[in-house]
Structures are given as C-alpha cells and as structure tokens.
Nanobody
Framework: QVQLVESGGGLVQSGGSLRLSCVYS????????TGWYRQAPGKQRELVAA???????NYADSVKGRFTISRDNAKKTVYLQMNSLKPEDTAVYYC?????????????WGQGTQVTVSS
C-alpha cells in the first residue's frame, strides 16, 4: 500500500524560505510522477510544481523562479524548496504521486502540511 507523508510546513515571514519533504512508502517510487499541490481557504486545489519520472519539471506561473521541485529516488522523497515566500503562498500543501497504465490511473495523496506566510 502506498503512503505519502509530508513535512516541513510552518509559519514564516514574507520573503522567507521553507523546504517541504514528502516521503513515499511503497514499491518502485521511480516510476511515479510526483507533484505538489496547494489549497487555500475557499479556493480550489491547484498544481504548484510537478516532476516526472524522467525528472522533467513544470511550475505554476505564480511560483516560477521562487520554488524548486526535486526528487531523490534512492530516498523515495520529493522536495519543494520555497524561497521568497509571499502571503498569497499561504495554503495547505499536498504531495501527489501518480502513474498511468493502460488499465487505470494510480493516484496517491499525502495528508497535507500547512504553510503560513505572514506579511
């Protein structure tokens, strides 16, 4: 059974930095695409950053140049380095891992970690 556990959230001042980590438990982590999503109060969950099994990355326009996603397959961990944080980055951040076969899509989520940026 696959589980994702996030950590690293917290309270930080505007302009500060945080690094989120997401540890995957299960087999064959390297074949999963992974990503970070966030959901602010009253808003829909949105993609922040994603990294494929081949290490291709993409970012939401709002975080380009400030956030960096990376993964360590040996440690079965995906990271999100967040710099120059803004109050509008405040949200619950969720880790996602997914893969698609001809038969179905496998989608897994972490429990979320709160990031609060004070002005």
């Amino acid at each position: 059974q696959v589980q994702l556990v996030e950590s690293g959230g917290g309270l930080v001042q505007s302009g500060g930095s945080l690094r989120l980590s997401c540890v995957y438990s299960g087999t064959i982590f390297s074949i999963y695409a992974t990503g970070w999503y966030r959901q602010a109060p009253g808003k829909q969950r949105e993609l922040v950053a994603a990294i494929s099994s081949g290490d291709s990355t993409n970012y939401a326009d709002s975080v380009k140049g400030r956030f960096t996603i990376s993964r360590d397959n040996a440690k079965k961990t995906v990271y999100l380095q967040m710099n120059s944080l803004k109050p509008e980055d405040t949200a619950v951040y969720y880790c996602n891992a997914h893969r698609t076969t001809p038969a179905r899509r496998y989608d897994y989520w972490g429990q979320g970690t709160q990031v609060t940026v004070s002005s």
